[in-house]
């Protein structure tokens, strides 16, 4: 079966534009998770979607935000961007909601460069 | 939350077992042990997880000291394509970690052929 697939792979953006990222899970899976990746930071978590609603958020300001949609593909939006969110933006599925006990499966990114 | 320490490092040659180790002292007892790779230009792979007895799959076993205070991460036979950032991470159920990775620095495995 199909992968996690993330649209665009790659973008660049100038200071103080938008980005919206896209991701689809597997199917069948109803929780989508975003993560940022940077060389300083590391993989940081953003938020949590499952069954539409935001589950778990991380320590990012709210020009990140998210939604998710009836067939569990999820959005994320970032808004007036700045030089420091370039980064690889990371989205996981999983059948259910949570990383407890449950398998994550990780798309291959999307590739933010903000100039 | 309970904090997870690894070695920034590890060699292996190919065909030999690897064990990555995990020290994890503040565990509690709800804390789930996972453990995660992310191979060069790829997003992070599901590797193993448990939370007391030992645990194998396909892809590696993982070892959970009858303290759960250290766990190890046990590749049997190290291949090329093991080569990648290993992270071990605790999720605790009714904590805040609950729904989320938080990735450490994690070890990084070199291969050797």
């Known amino acids: 079966k199909a992968g996690v697939t993330q649209t665009p792979r790659y973008l660049i953006k100038t200071r103080g534009q938008q980005v919206t990222l896209s991701c689809s899970p597997i199917?069948?899976?109803?929780?989508v998770s975003w993560y940022q990746q940077t060389p300083g930071q590391g993989l940081q978590f953003l938020f949590e979607?499952?069954?539409?609603?935001?589950?778990n958020k991380g320590n990012f300001p709210g020009r990140f935000s998210g939604r998710q949609f009836s067939n569990s593909r999820s959005e994320m939006n970032v808004s007036t961007l700045e030089l420091g969110d370039s980064a690889l933006y990371l989205c996981?599925?999983?059948?259910?909601?949570?990383?407890?006990?449950?398998?994550?499966?990780f798309g291959p990114g999307t590739r933010l460069t903000v100039l | 939350d309970a904090k997870t320490t690894q070695p920034n490092s590890m060699e292996s040659n190919e065909e030999e077992p690897v064990h990555l180790p995990c020290n994890h002292s503040?565990?509690?007892?709800?804390?789930?042990i996972h453990w995660y790779r992310q191979l060069p230009s790829q997003g992070p792979e599901y590797v193993i997880h448990?939370?007391?007895s030992n645990v194998n799959n396909r892809m590696a076993s993982l070892a959970i000291a009858e303290d759960r205070k250290s766990s190890t991460l046990i590749l049997h036979r190290a291949t090329l394509r093991d080569a990648a950032v290993y992270y071990c991470?605790?999720?605790?159920?009714?904590?805040?970690?609950?729904?989320?990775?938080?990735f450490g620095q994690g070890t990084i495995l070199t291969v050797h052929p």
């Open positions: 996981a599925s999983s059948r259910s909601q949570g990383a407890l006990n449950n398998e994550q499966f």
């Open positions: 199917s069948g899976h109803r929780s």
């Open positions: 979607y499952f069954s539409e609603t935001q589950r």
């Open positions: 503040t565990i509690s007892g709800t804390d789930y």
């Open positions: 448990g939370l007391t």
């Open positions: 991470i605790l999720i605790n159920a009714g904590g805040t970690s609950y729904g989320k990775l938080t």
